[in-house]
């Protein structure tokens, strides 16, 4: 009697994409097209009854996939793809993190970029903490406007920002406003470069 081979194990379950991933690659996707690119581009900063522009490719995905009723949720996804659309020249040869390896809560927030622009000499410390501490006292609506000129910044000093990251925390602000804000300030200080800030904070006094 001979012994059968032994059954090929089976291949590891491939992790679930997460629906924000998915919109991601989605408006990368429509982004190939300038005049669709231009029309999603006109709704920056702007609440989405005023993004006439927009719905015509967006509502067809939102209904397919996450077509929540909370206005909240639903301006996170116009103002990520309106983001994505205005994405400077340098920064359109980016991909989405849709297959990166790492776990969700590893992949970098807002504050994680903006301790990467301080590192590397794109933001000043000063500014990029004052950003973030005005933002945790802030609702979304009030974040949404003043979103589009820093992540440009960001970008143009090419700083990566996670989008998928960002839809999410922008969707759930105005219920977990504290939890998120404090996530943000955490990876930023963990990734902003000053080692002392006891000597950061006596510089900026002898610099009055």
Known sequence: MTDSAPAAPAP???PRVRTSDRFVAYVYQVCASTQA???????????????????RYLVPWLRDHDDQH??????????????????????????????????????PNLGASLGQAVTKGVLKENSAESALHLMARQ?????????????R?????????????LLEDLAWWNRSRDRIATR????YFRTAST????????????DR
Request: aromatic share 8%.
């Open 70 to 107: 909370y206005g909240d949720v639903r301006r996170a996804y116009y103002a990520v793809a309106a983001l994505i659309a205005a994405r400077p020249r340098s920064a359109r040869d980016t991909t989405p993190h849709q297959d990166t390896p790492v776990s969700w809560y590893e992949r």
């Open 184 to 187: 943000w300030l955490e990876s």
């Open 153 to 165: 910044q960001l970008l143009s000093g090419g700083i990566p920002i996670d989008w998928a990251v």
């Open 37 to 55: 690119r231009a029309a999603l581009r006109r709704g920056l900063g702007l609440p989405v009854e005023r993004c006439t522009y927009m719905h």
């Open 139 to 151: 609702s979304s609506d009030a974040i949404h406007p003043g979103l589009p000129a820093l992540v």
């Open 195 to 206: 080692t002392n800030p006891a000597l950061a904070d006596s510089a900026e006094e002898n």
């Open 12 to 14: 590891p379950p491939s």
